[in-house]
């Protein structure tokens, strides 16, 4: 099990609970949605996976086999190493190019070896069909490729397990079917996917376990679509 959280819960740096009771997990190469309206605790969730928020109470909360309730900030980085993060939006470096941002990131993590970092590059830019684009600035990139770069940086060190934050939020639908495509291979060849989203259609396009916050809870409801169907409607208006 990747992730096991039993009874937890999370609050903002202020101490507001914006989830209690929370039980959640993620095994091998399972896709799971977290859906409900802004504000609801999905970022938060997400935030907690990879410890910009803390846990401070539950019975177990466990994430690649680190405990969430006893993590000291100084096994934070290595904790993170293990798991690949995409954002809406992007978080690209915007002063080199895209050769040099997943550079960076495998110097940043213990990369030495110069023929290695540049094979790895080349591979995961060809997975992501972006090896043409590799002598690119993010701003020469439409927010699709900058997705897909993102995606590339967070498979750089073959984790695990991707946390993804509405990474298809800014995108138009024949964009962000593509970058769902994409992170189901991802999915399909062991990585654990989580990812939080408003996009109703793109769930049934790609299933997976779902999961809901309302009310400061979270409920699963893979075979419940049509109560999605009204949180989504309802945010809508």
């Known amino acids: 099990m990747l992730i096991q959280y039993k009874n937890v819960k999370i609050c903002q740096a202020d101490e507001n609970i914006v989830l209690s009771?929370?039980?959640?997990?993620?095994?091998?190469?399972?896709?799971?949605?977290?859906?409900?309206?802004?504000?609801?605790?999905?970022?938060?969730?997400?935030?907690?996976i990879y410890n910009e928020l803390d846990i401070e109470e539950g019975e177990e909360a466990t994430v690649l086999?680190?405990?969430?309730?006893?993590?000291?900030?100084?096994?934070?980085p290595a904790l993170r190493r293990q798991m690949g993060i995409?954002?809406?939006?992007?978080?690209?470096?915007?002063?080199?190019?895209?050769?040099?941002?997943?550079?960076?990131?495998?110097?940043?993590?213990?990369?030495?070896?110069?023929k290695e970092i540049d094979e790895r590059i080349s591979q995961v830019l060809e997975q992501v069909?972006?090896?043409?684009?590799?002598?690119?600035?993010p701003h020469?990139?439409?927010?699709?490729?900058?997705?897909?770069?993102?995606?590339?940086?967070?498979?750089?060190?073959?984790?695990?397990l991707i946390v993804a934050d509405e990474p298809t939020g800014?995108?138009?639908?024949?964009?962000?079917?593509?970058i769902m495509k994409?992170?189901?291979n991802i999915s399909s060849e062991g990585t654990a996917v989580v990812m939080s989203t408003h996009n109703l259609p793109l769930i049934?396009?790609?299933?997976?376990?779902?999961?809901?916050?309302?009310?400061?809870?979270?409920?699963?409801?893979?075979?419940?679509?049509?109560?999605?169907?009204?949180?989504v409607e309802e945010n809508k208006e």
């Open 21 to 48: 009771n929370v039980n959640f997990k993620v095994d091998n190469g399972e896709f799971v949605y977290i859906v409900g309206r802004v504000g609801s605790g999905k970022s938060s969730l997400l935030k907690s």
């Open 65 to 76: 086999d680190c405990d969430m309730l006893t993590l000291k900030r100084r096994d934070v």
């Open 86 to 114: 995409v954002f809406q939006d992007f978080q690209l470096l915007a002063d080199r190019n895209v050769e040099r941002n997943l550079r960076f990131v495998l110097k940043a993590t213990g990369w030495k070896d110069n």
């Open 129 to 137: 069909d972006m090896s043409d684009k590799k002598d690119k600035m």
């Open 140 to 160: 020469e990139l439409s927010g699709g490729e900058q997705q897909r770069v993102a995606i590339a940086r967070a498979i750089l060190n073959s984790p695990k």
């Open 170 to 178: 800014n995108l138009d639908p024949e964009t962000a079917n593509g």
């Open 182 to 184: 994409l992170l189901s």
């Open 204 to 231: 049934s396009q790609y299933p997976g376990t779902v999961y809901r916050c309302a009310d400061c809870t979270l409920e699963e409801i893979t075979d419940d679509y049509s109560s999605i169907e009204v949180e």
